[in-house]
């Protein structure tokens, strides 16, 4: 009785795990639960299909690169738009610089004009050529013309005639260049 027990075991077995085999047979087998589908002829697309096919999409496309296009610009500007804040900030920055500087020597020459104007012409000379040419240009041109005269011939004829070009230059409308 305990073969026809063990037999009947092994049986029960065999059952409960047959189901499940089978399955995986099934599964392994490709295809197996595959749809046959009546071939329909030439599935390749015709020459008209593909250009129906590239103007159906062609708007949504050409809209999109403008959105995209459009977007860069917006960026673009953007970032224009505050290079130039930028630009016009630091403008009105400089132009405030300049205009405190040219007080600054409008100040400077016209007491240095009469610093000039005070001394004797031999140590007015004296000083005035060993400074910038234009400068000295500038307080000779500041002092009137006998005051210039007797300054100008008591200095070195090289700087008197250095500092004359550069005043001459300054009378001519149509010099653009430094004369030294």
């Known amino acids: 009785m305990t073969k026809i027990t063990n037999r009947n075991s092994i049986l029960e077995l065999l059952r409960r795990l047959a189901l499940p085999a089978a399955g995986l047979v099934l599964l392994s087998i490709p ?3 595959a749809q046959e589908v009546a071939p329909q002829g030439d599935i390749t697309p015709t020459t008209d299909e593909v250009k129906q096919f590239c103007t159906n999409i ?3 496309a050409r809209d999109q690169r403008y959105l995209l296009q459009k977007q860069e610009l917006e960026k673009l500007r953007a970032d224009i738009d505050s290079r130039i804040a ?3 900030k630091r403008k009105a920055e400089y132009q405030d610089w300049l205009k405190r500087r040219d007080d600054f020597l ?3 020459e016209a007491g240095l ?5 005070k001394m004797k012409p031999d140590a007015a000379a004296v000083q005035l050529q060993d400074v910038r040419p234009e400068l000295a240009a500038a ?3 500041r002092l009137g013309p006998s005051r210039s005269s007797l300054i100008l011939n008591e200095m070195d004829s090289a700087k008197a005639a250095t500092i004359a070009g550069i ?3 300054a009378s001519d409308p149509n010099t653009s260049k430094d004369p030294t």
């Open 31 to 33: 295809g197996a639960f």
């Open 58 to 60: 062609a708007d949504p």
């Open 86 to 88: 930028e630009m016009d």
């Open 106 to 108: 409008k100040q400077a």
């Open 113 to 117: 004009t009469d610093i000039y104007k």
């Open 139 to 141: 307080v000779i041109m």
């Open 167 to 169: 005043i001459a230059s």
